[in-house]
């Protein structure tokens, strides 16, 4: 079947070239150079099988021998020209190739080995142009379809270009030397700088043990719907962009922008969520102190997605030209199963969401951002009797992948929400749980969730607060700034 597939995309490739008057990128004489090199020397045949795939040759009759060669090192037997060949009879493939004369030849015409490198280079090169010819002409066929939905086909179109490319980019190995060195020089700075690593979050005992959300590093942040993931996204989306004056990017699948920037604008003002939606007229003194207090927020460097079913290829490109052209610092996803998956996993719910959750990943990785990514919780949180009700891992919702890939991930707990507390004075008591670190300890932290301002506090700080109110005094200035 994948013979089959492969034969039609050359075939495609081929008339593609009549049509506009080209041949399809190639270069057999360095694919007859690897071919020949690796013949006669097994050191060639490690380093092509760990570069090259089949398809990085054109000719068929080099497919041909390149996947038997395959064949022998998977059986751990030597390559030369007779387990080639013997390869190839087994195969039936031996007269397709032109016989053992040919081997013969390609062994003949090997030029200096200290050029091989450079010949597996420009097959890949050639393979990748040739991968993006076929997408081109897919898509282009596609374009053509009134048939094909518009959405679906901005999908299909990145996602065939960046398949095109990864498939034939590799990384490199590094020697433990050169790593060592590097983290060595991170060592070294971070002993000459007292401030977090990382992007801040704004709260002091979450930055204590994250030393902020560190670069490539994916944030699972979950909790069951209305608990406060989207008010707890935006106040670390705020701390950083408003306090820190990092650059941050919101993609909100759920929300629409104006939607989050009232949000935004009850938290930082104190004003009433009534009265910044007008159900409840603003008195001339709340004018004078929205408009004071939404100066710094104005100005925040924070930009906000409100792209609905947000495909997967086109939030990795709006990303990348966020972080390239923006400098953004953070990215914030609000939520993972809102998202939209390959288009060819739609139907299969939970392979989707893993492959979501892998590129989130991926995503983060490649740009060296932190991303933190929404997640719902599965009933079974509350439907669970017995215990704290706390969330546990495998509450996250429709795919264990999710757990597998985060690097950290935090529930959001309130007791009074699951039906464990009656007493009013629980009411606000929040808890935000670090269930998972790699890079560090797991804990709770107790915080409070200020409901009608959208803002969450550390439990110390509320505790401060209301100390201050009790004994009549001012609540300070620190509060209104930070918060």
């Given at each position: 079947?994948?013979?089959?597939?492969?034969?039609?995309?050359?075939?495609?490739?081929?008339?593609?070239?009549?049509?506009?008057?080209?041949?399809?990128?190639?270069?057999?004489?360095?694919?007859?150079?690897?071919?020949?090199?690796?013949?006669?020397?097994?050191?060639?045949?490690?380093?092509?099988?760990?570069?090259?795939?089949?398809?990085?040759?054109?000719?068929?009759?080099?497919?041909?021998?390149?996947?038997?060669?395959?064949?022998?090192?998977?059986?751990?037997?030597?390559?030369?020209?007779?387990?080639?060949?013997?390869?190839?009879?087994?195969?039936?493939?031996?007269?397709?190739?032109?016989?053992?004369?040919?081997?013969?030849?390609?062994?003949?015409?090997?030029?200096?080995?200290?050029?091989?490198?450079?010949?597996?280079?420009?097959?890949?090169?050639?393979?990748?142009?040739?991968?993006?010819?076929?997408?081109?002409?897919?898509?282009?066929?596609?374009?053509?379809?009134?048939?094909?939905?518009?959405?679906?086909?901005?999908?299909?179109?990145?996602?065939?270009?960046?398949?095109?490319?990864?498939?034939?980019?590799?990384?490199?190995?590094?020697?433990?030397?050169?790593?060592?060195?590097?983290?060595?020089?991170?060592?070294?700075?971070?002993?000459?700088?007292?401030?977090?690593?990382?992007?801040?979050?704004?709260?002091?005992?979450?930055?204590?043990?994250?030393?902020?959300?560190?670069?490539?590093?994916?944030?699972?942040?979950?909790?069951?719907?209305?608990?406060?993931?989207?008010?707890?996204?935006?106040?670390?989306?705020?701390?950083?962009?408003?306090?820190?004056?990092?650059?941050?990017?919101?993609?909100?699948?759920?929300?629409?922008?104006?939607?989050?920037?009232?949000?935004?604008?009850?938290?930082?003002?104190?004003?009433?969520?009534?009265?910044?939606?007008?159900?409840?007229?603003?008195?001339?003194?709340?004018?004078?102190?929205?408009?004071?207090?939404?100066?710094?927020?104005?100005?925040?460097?924070?930009?906000?997605?409100?792209?609905?079913?947000?495909?997967?290829?086109?939030?990795?490109?709006?990303?990348?030209?966020?972080?390239?052209?923006?400098?953004?610092?953070?990215?914030?996803?609000?939520?993972?199963?809102?998202?939209?998956?390959?288009?060819?996993?739609?139907?299969?719910?939970?392979?989707?969401?893993?492959?979501?959750?892998?590129?989130?990943?991926?995503?983060?990785?490649?740009?060296?951002?932190?991303?933190?990514?929404?997640?719902?919780?599965?009933?079974?949180?509350?439907?669970?009797?017995?215990?704290?009700?706390?969330?546990?891992?495998?509450?996250?919702?429709?795919?264990?992948?999710i757990e597998q890939d985060a690097d950290m991930v935090l529930f959001i707990h309130r007791p009074d929400f699951v039906g464990l507390s009656d007493?009013?004075?629980?009411?606000?008591?929040?808890?935000?749980?670090?269930?998972?670190?790699?890079?560090?300890?797991?804990?709770?932290?107790?915080?409070?969730?200020?409901?009608?301002?959208?803002?969450?506090?550390?439990?110390?700080?509320?505790?401060?607060?209301?100390?201050?109110?009790?004994?009549?005094?001012?609540?300070?200035?620190?509060?209104?700034?930070?918060?």
């Amino acid at each position: 079947m994948a013979e089959k597939k492969q034969s039609r995309s050359k075939a495609n490739l081929d008339n593609l070239g009549l049509e506009i008057g080209n041949k399809p990128p190639q270069a057999l004489e360095a694919e007859e150079a690897v071919l020949g090199a690796m013949l006669l020397e097994p050191s060639i045949v490690d380093q092509s099988m760990a570069e090259l795939t089949r398809d990085c040759f054109y000719d068929k009759k080099n497919q041909m021998i390149f996947e038997a060669m395959g064949k022998l090192v998977n059986e751990h037997t030597s390559v030369d020209i007779i387990t080639v060949s013997e390869k190839l009879k087994a195969l039936g493939n031996l007269e397709a190739v032109g016989g053992y004369v040919v081997l013969a030849g390609y062994s003949e015409r090997v030029g200096s080995a200290a050029h091989i490198e450079y010949y597996i280079k420009i097959l890949k090169q050639k393979a990748i142009q040739r991968d993006l010819i076929t997408a081109s002409y897919a898509i282009l066929k596609d374009a053509f379809d009134d048939s094909v939905d518009v959405d679906d086909l901005v999908d299909m179109a990145q996602s065939k270009v960046y398949d095109a490319v990864q498939n034939n980019v590799r990384k490199d190995v590094e020697e433990i030397g050169s790593v060592i060195n590097e983290v060595m020089s991170d060592i070294q700075a971070r002993q000459n700088s007292s401030g977090l690593s990382g992007v801040p979050s704004g709260f002091h005992t979450l930055d204590h043990i994250t030393q902020g959300w560190q670069p490539s590093d994916l944030i699972i942040l979950a909790a069951r719907p209305s608990v406060g993931k989207t008010a707890f996204a935006l106040n670390i989306a705020r701390n950083a962009a408003v306090d820190h004056h990092m650059p941050v990017a919101f993609f909100s699948l759920e929300m629409s922008s104006s939607q989050l920037a009232k949000r935004l604008v009850v938290s930082e003002t104190g004003l009433s969520a009534d009265k910044i939606k007008g159900a409840i007229k603003l008195e001339d003194y709340e004018w004078e102190q929205l408009e004071y207090k939404i100066k710094d927020l104005s100005k925040a460097p924070l930009y906000i997605d409100d792209t609905p079913g947000l495909p997967l290829m086109e939030f990795r490109t709006k990303a990348k030209n966020l972080v390239k052209n923006k400098g953004v610092r953070l990215i914030v996803v609000d939520y993972l199963q809102l998202m939209q998956g390959p288009a060819e996993l739609r139907g299969l719910r939970e392979q989707e969401v893993a492959a979501i959750s892998r590129t989130l990943k991926a995503t983060a990785k490649e740009l060296d951002v932190p991303i933190i990514a929404l997640s719902q919780l599965s009933r079974q949180t509350v439907q669970r009797t017995g215990g704290t009700g706390k969330p546990m891992l495998s509450d996250l919702r429709e795919s264990g992948s999710i757990e597998q890939d985060a690097d950290m991930v935090l529930f959001i707990h309130r007791p009074d929400f699951v039906g464990l507390s009656d007493n009013p004075e629980d009411k606000e008591k929040t808890q935000v749980i670090i269930a998972k670190h790699r890079n560090g300890e797991t804990r709770d932290i107790d915080m409070v969730f200020k409901s009608e301002r959208v803002k969450f506090i550390e439990m110390d700080e509320a505790l401060d607060m209301q100390a201050q109110m009790m004994s009549g005094a001012p609540v300070g200035s620190a509060m209104n700034e930070d918060f």
